[in-house]
């Protein structure tokens, strides 16, 4: 039982490229997010979804698009990378919501040069 | 909106003693959940104590405490008999019992020196 999978764990990227993270969880969890964690601003959700098929606007939406295409995987997106978007980011997901817990991937850190 | 407020960006604690990290939250929801997550080095999140807003009972989990005041919207952890171990960042976390997000606040970290 992997848990919350995220890939890649580390990437370089310059300015205006394109990247893609998955995020696989195999806990038939119905709920999937993505935040952002940066120094001093604690977790920021950009993303999440409830369900296959759907997803959600967060806190910080902007320059990242996002997929549930099947249930088990959340792919986030960045279409023309800033350096703005240097950051941590971390795939979450949970049941349902009643039971509140989120379930962390290890994260995965970018860099935009 | 609701948002979660930790007032101690660093904290440090020596090995054996108490430690309280605090934490207050905004909301005009009267059913939620509040967490406490740790984020070692390894940079892993890890859940520490739940807290459900109908409970008046405060939460334990062996050396981790919480004292849960609903009026106040003050939501404080607690570690006692502090150990190496336990040096993380620590994240208080909001979510509504009817919602699908989690609000986290900016972290606290927690240095245990011997």
């Known amino acids: 039982n992997a848990g919350v999978t995220q890939t890649p764990k580390f990437r370089v990227l310059k300015t205006g490229q394109s990247m893609t993270l998955l995020c696989a969880q195999d806990?038939?969890?119905?709920?999937m997010y993505w935040y952002r964690q940066d120094p001093g601003m604690g977790l920021r959700l950009i993303h999440y979804s409830v369900g296959e098929g759907t997803t959600a606007k967060g806190e910080v939406p902007d320059g990242y698009n996002v997929s549930r295409l099947k249930k088990q995987n959340f792919l986030l997106g960045l279409e023309s990378a800033a350096p703005s978007q240097t950051s941590v980011y971390f795939c979450a997901s949970r049941l349902i919501r009643v039971t509140g817990e989120l379930f962390f991937g290890e994260g995965s850190r970018l860099t935009v040069l | 909106a609701q948002t979660v407020t930790q007032s101690q960006p660093e904290m440090s604690v020596q090995e054996a003693e108490t430690v309280t990290l605090s934490c207050t939250y905004d909301?005009?929801?009267?059913?939620?959940?509040l967490f406490w997550y740790k984020q070692p080095p390894s940079r892993q999140m890890i859940l520490v104590i739940r807290q459900e807003a109908y409970k008046q009972q405060n939460a334990t989990e062996n050396r981790f405490s919480v004292n849960f005041q609903k009026a106040a919207k003050s939501f404080s952890l607690k570690i006692s008999d502090s150990q190496l171990g336990d040096t993380a960042m620590y994240f208080c976390a909001f979510g509504e019992t009817s919602g699908s997000r989690l609000t986290f606040g900016e972290g606290t970290q927690l240095t245990v020196n011997p």
């Open positions: 909301t005009s929801e009267n059913n939620y959940y």
């Open positions: 806990m038939n969890h119905e709920y």
